[in-house]
């Protein structure tokens, strides 16, 4: 199905005023047809005028208002005749009715109110209008968070947030049964099919491009690159419901809370592990240059033992946790 953008159509002030010239004529000969002394004359104008009365308030019923980024998907008698875009005052055929399968919809997104009541703003009651008409407005889903195990099995919690619009109003309209549930549907499927790939946090021998070899990539460091990769998911599935995506945003991303817990000893071991392997790491590098430093100004000479109880003395002071007590040898250095 292919949207047809029906134009020419923006003379419904002409149409309105037409229609209560009419209207108003009517009335005026019915009034003069009752005020006739012959009645057989009178009745049948006075028939008459209520006749085109009657059809002048019928085709009133195709006089349609649409504000900016608004439209209307129109049908006569079950067959699609066209779409209506744009502001303006526009008169199609009263007829002709206007669908959209997803009015009375309600996501967790902008634009979806309940039962059209309204929406309550700063506290105050704001009547919103739930007509057939299709907005055509940059719209945001805000979809629920979901438990998916990561490549390595670990259950993650995960939201995302949509960023969407209408771009091809007949496909949105026929070639689905309801286009809001569909995307959160497709949304749903994307964001499983692509979170399945990552770990949560970067792991080994874990290929998540597809290139047979291992890389760093991760739900929580490539979050800009699992976005992106849903995106173009998302877009994908939904090119025949005529909507674009604009833009896919991770909202929410933790452990679930089952092993909320084990992970965090997990990550708290491995940062200690690496603080460790740092101050080891310049602890050797000070005890070499100690050393070097005691050779070069041939301040003292050492043999290995001595060395060796050096380099030991030194690694307690520099890798332990606590401040060193210092032991004053008054002695013989032997």
């Not at 002048?56 to 209307?72: C, N, S, T």
């Not at 008169?91 to 959209?100: K, L, M």
């Not at 790939?197 to 890389?215: F, H, L, Q, R, S």
């Not at 995506?245 to 991303?253: E, G, M, N, Q, V």
Request: proline share 2%; with cysteine; aromatic share 6%.
């Amino acid at each position: 199905m292919e949207e047809k953008v029906l134009t020419g159509k923006k003379h419904g002030m002409v149409a309105l005023l037409g229609l209560l010239v009419i209207m108003f004529g009517s009335i005026a000969l019915f009034i003069y047809a009752v005020s006739l002394d012959d009645e057989f004359v009178g009745v049948i104008l006075a028939a008459l005028m209520m006749i085109i009365f009657v059809i002048d308030i019928i085709a009133m019923a195709g006089l349609k208002i649409l504000r900016p980024q608004e439209a209307l998907v129109l049908t006569l008698f079950g067959k699609y005749i066209g779409t209506l875009k744009g502001p303006g005052f526009f008169y199609v055929n009263p007829f002709s009715s206007a669908i959209n399968p997803a009015r009375n919809t309600q996501l967790s997104q902008s634009g979806d109110v309940k039962n059209g009541d309204g929406i309550q703003i700063s506290g105050q009651s704001v009547k919103v209008d739930n007509s057939n008409k299709l907005s055509l407005k940059v719209m945001t889903l805000n979809n629920a968070r979901q438990k998916i195990n990561d490549v390595l099995g670990n259950p993650v919690e995960i939201g995302i947030a949509v960023t969407w619009r209408i771009v091809d109003t007949a496909k949105a309209v026929f070639n689905v049964d309801n286009y809001k549930e569909f995307l959160s549907l497709m949304c749903d499927t994307a964001l499983r099919d692509i979170v399945r790939i990552y770990p949560y946090d970067v792991a080994e021998n874990v290929d998540t491009t597809g290139d047979g070899k291992a890389d760093d990539g991760s739900l929580r460091g490539s979050s800009t690159v699992v976005a992106e990769r849903i995106k173009k998911k998302i877009q994908e599935s939904v090119d025949e419901a005529g909507i674009e995506i604009i833009d896919a945003r991770i909202t929410y991303l933790a452990y679930a809370p089952e092993i909320a817990a084990a992970m965090l000893q997990r990550q708290q071991a491995s940062a200690i592990i690496d603080a460790r392997k740092m101050i080891v790491d310049g602890a050797v590098g000070m005890v070499e240059m100690a050393l070097n430093k005691l050779k070069e100004e041939s301040i003292i000479e050492l043999d290995d033992e001595r060395k060796a109880a050096m380099v030991s003395n030194l690694l307690v002071v520099l890798c332990g946790n606590k401040d060193a007590q210092p032991i004053v040898n008054s002695g013989s250095l032997y």
